[in-house]
Structures are given as structure tokens and as C-alpha cells.
């Protein structure tokens, strides 16, 4: 008689994964302040011990887990990962310090060739000072990365964050070399909206102020807002030649995780203005003639929007764009049964004010498909078909520079 195949079994976590389910599990549970202290401490200890070992895997697969069984731990634990890896302590000859890695993004968007990122002395210098004048408490030290970095150059895991912090601040008390190693950019030729990060480590002694609005003896004259609206004013006026044919807003220094979602979702419409904006300049096509598809995609829940545009007398899709998910809360609520996703809605809307009169939201959740030979992603055409995006051959792409 044949007998029933036995059911798989879940891989084994490791006790490392185990601990950090059990610690965020128990986080979430906790009914009051001294409690979620104690499981603060625990869960703190133990992640350190993780970033310290290099064992970012371990953080990785106890979010895997938690993100299907429980949603408040998973949130208690990304943001303790972030926490503990984007600020520290360090003690040098005794001296006790508080560490913060910090970005301050700038987001440009243009028709021609965005900027890389090298720097000239004279402009790291004015950075450095433009920081320390309008953002940096007086008594801080700071340690800057000698250049813009974009996305695919920033630390890729909580382990990669924590080295950076650490090797910044090091730097700041002349206790360590001046910077990270930094990867080489991804060719960004055809990018028309991206992010620049100044990335740095402000350090201070143990319990102090870190920005300048919070320094006692800045009164209520050194609001968040003047100090940001100061050093917006300063810095883009340094960095004019730099973003020539650019259009460029800087958003406020401030932690490193939160500065950078905050890039990621002014970058959103950006990226969408600019391939509207692109598509008429370069390729010569009125808004009145462009069509937008727009449909959700991802496995089981929606990951990303992509939005694809064809003219009105033909369906292939001649360009793209991505409009990406930025939360698991963001993704839960478009992907909600019988709930309006609200994203569709506000993109439709950004593509008329563009100028394009005919949007059509395709029903249900695609497969975020790529092409096999390229890599490039597969867009939706009015039909519903996704499709590699093919620009008419008389068309000229070349991008202008500037840089």
C-alpha cells in the first residue's frame, strides 16, 4: 500500500532567529512602560551582538518570518534594526560619545543627464561648513562622505549601516580613516529623476545635542524649520554648477532611514513628471498624444505601480515608469480586498495635470516582469499587455551633458 508523502517542514531557525522572534513578540505584547523597557534592553543587547558578529542574515530571516505572522513585532523590529544601526556609542581615551549617521538628500530630476557625484575640495569644504553652521549643534564633530553617493552606493543592510556609522564617527574624533569605501555607481545614463545623499556621522558627548535646534543657547530663534530653510538656501547655491540643466529641492537632514524614505517618496512624482516631461522634449511627442496605462504588481500584494505610456494611435508601449511601494502598511492597504487603493487614484491625477487626457487603471495584480535578455522591466500597454518598452527608431535619445 503506498503510503502518503510526509508534509515539508519549515526550515529550522537558527537561536539566533528564534531569540529576536521571541524578544519582538514579546515587545508587542508588553502593556506598560517599565516592561517594554525591560524588552527593550533585551532585544537591543541582542541585535548589537548580531551587527557586531556580522550576522545581518539573522535580523533579515526573523523579519521574513514576522512580516506573516506578526505585524506589530515586525515594525518594533525594523525599527530597532534601524536605531541600532544608524546611531551608537563609542568610547575613545575614555571619552563617552553619542554617534548619528545622517543623510541629506537632494532630489533632481531633468531632461538631459543627471550629475555624478565626485565633489571638489573647495565645494566638500563649503558643505562641511554650510552643516556645521545651519544643522550641526556647536560642540558636535562631524565626519562627512567625500561625496554624493546615490541609493545603489548607500549600505544595502543593517550590518553595512552599522559599519558606516561606526567608521564615520571614528573619523569625526580623528580616531579612525576619513571615510567608508565607497562601490562604484551603476551606469545612470537614461535615469532622469534620482537622489544625491550627503552622508555623515555627527558625534557629540555622551547625552548632548546633536542639531542646532536643539542646543540650549540657540533660544527659539534655531527652529527645525529656519535651520533647514538656511542651509537649503546655502547649499544649493553651491551646488548650482554641479546640477546645471537640473531641477533640484532639498529635503531636510535628519537621520539616516527617515531622510532617505522621504527621498524615496518625493522621488515618486518626480520620476513621473520627468518621463512625461522627457517624452515630449526629447522624443517630440505632445502630452495630447501620449497615453498612460497603470497597473499594480507583485506576489500577492501590490510592490509597485508600473505606469506604461503608448501614443493614441498605436498600443506598444513606448516608455515607463515604476511608482515603488515604500512600507508593508502602504502595500497591505492597496492590497486590501474590497478597500480603493489610493495610489492609482493619485497618480492618474499627476498624469492629467501633466497633460495626458487618457489613463486607464487596469484591474487585479500583475507579476513585476523583466525582460530575460536586458533586465529592463515589462510595462502595461491599454490592452492590458505588459510589454518591453520600445522608443520609434527616428527618435534620438542620446542624453545632452552638462557635467
Not at 546611531?87 to 571619552?95: E, K, M, P
Not at 543627464?113 to 561648513?129: H, T
Not at 522621504?262 to 515618486?268: C, I, V
Not at 502595500?331 to 501633466?354: C, F, N, Y
Amino acid at each position: 500500500m503506498p503510503r502518503t508523502p510526509a508534509t515539508p517542514h519549515a526550515p529550522r531557525q537558527s537561536r539566533d532567529v528564534q531569540l529576536l522572534v521571541a524578544l519582538a513578540g514579546s515587545l508587542a505584547s508588553s502593556g506598560c512602560r517599565l516592561e517594554d523597557v525591560y524588552w527593550e534592553n533585551l532585544l537591543a543587547a541582542h541585535i548589537n551582538k548580531l551587527l557586531q558578529g556580522r550576522k545581518n542574515k539573522a535580523i533579515e530571516t526573523a523579519l521574513e518570518h514576522l512580516v506573516e505572522q506578526n505585524l506589530n513585532a515586525y515594525e518594533i523590529l525594523v525599527e530597532q534594526s534601524e536605531t541600532l544601526s544608524e546611531s551608537t556609542q563609542l568610547t575613545v581615551d575614555g571619552v563617552e560619545y553619542d554617534v548619528l549617521l545622517f543623510s541629506a538628500p537632494i532630489v533632481a530630476w531633468t531632461r538631459y543627464q543627471l550629475p555624478e557625484g565626485r565633489l571638489g575640495k573647495a565645494v566638500q569644504q563649503a558643505i562641511d561648513k554650510q552643516l556645521r553652521t545651519h544643522i550641526v549643534a556647536g560642540d558636535a564633530r562631524l565626519a562627512l562622505v567625500p561625496q554624493l553617493v546615490c541609493f545603489d552606493q548607500m549600505p544595502q543592510s543593517f550590518q553595512e549601516t552599522w559599519a558606516w556609522t561606526r567608521h564615520l564617527g571614528m573619523a569625526a574624533i580623528n580616531a579612525g580613516p576619513d571615510s567608508p569605501l565607497i562601490k562604484a555607481a551603476a551606469d545612470s545614463q537614461g535615469m532622469l529623476a534620482d537622489a544625491r545623499f550627503i552622508v555623515g556621522a555627527i558625534v557629540v558627548p555622551k547625552g548632548g545635542a546633536l542639531f542646532r535646534w536643539q542646543s540650549p543657547e540657540a533660544g527659539h530663534a534655531a527652529t527645525r524649520e529656519q535651520c533647514f530653510a538656511n542651509w537649503s538656501h546655502d547649499n544649493a547655491q553651491t551646488l548650482a554648477t554641479l546640477f546645471t540643466g537640473c531641477n533640484f529641492e532639498h529635503l531636510a537632514p535628519d537621520a539616516y532611514y527617515i531622510s532617505n524614505r522621504e527621498a524615496d517618496r518625493h522621488l515618486r512624482p518626480l520620476a513621473l513628471k520627468a518621463s512625461v516631461t522627457w517624452l515630449q522634449t526629447v522624443a517630440a511627442i505632445p502630452a495630447g498624444d501620449l497615453r498612460a496605462a497603470v497597473v499594480g504588481c507583485g506576489d500577492g500584494l501590490v510592490e509597485e505601480y508600473r505606469i506604461g505610456f503608448s501614443t493614441r494611435h498605436n498600443n506598444d508601449v513606448i516608455y515607463g515608469c515604476i511608482w515603488p511601494i515604500l512600507s508593508k502598511d502602504e502595500a497591505a492597504a492597496e492590497s486590501t480586498d474590497g478597500a480603493q487603493a489610493e495610489i492609482p487614484d493619485d497618480i492618474a491625477a499627476l498624469i492629467k495635470e501633466l497633460g495626458i487626457n487618457d489613463t486607464r487603471r487596469l484591474p487585479g495584480l500583475y507579476p513585476a516582469e523583466f525582460c530575460d535578455d536586458c533586465g529592463a522591466p515589462y510595462f502595461p500597454s491599454p490592452l492590458g499587455e505588459m510589454m518591453h518598452p520600445e522608443l520609434p527608431e527616428e527618435i534620438d535619445t542620446n542624453p545632452v551633458h552638462f557635467h
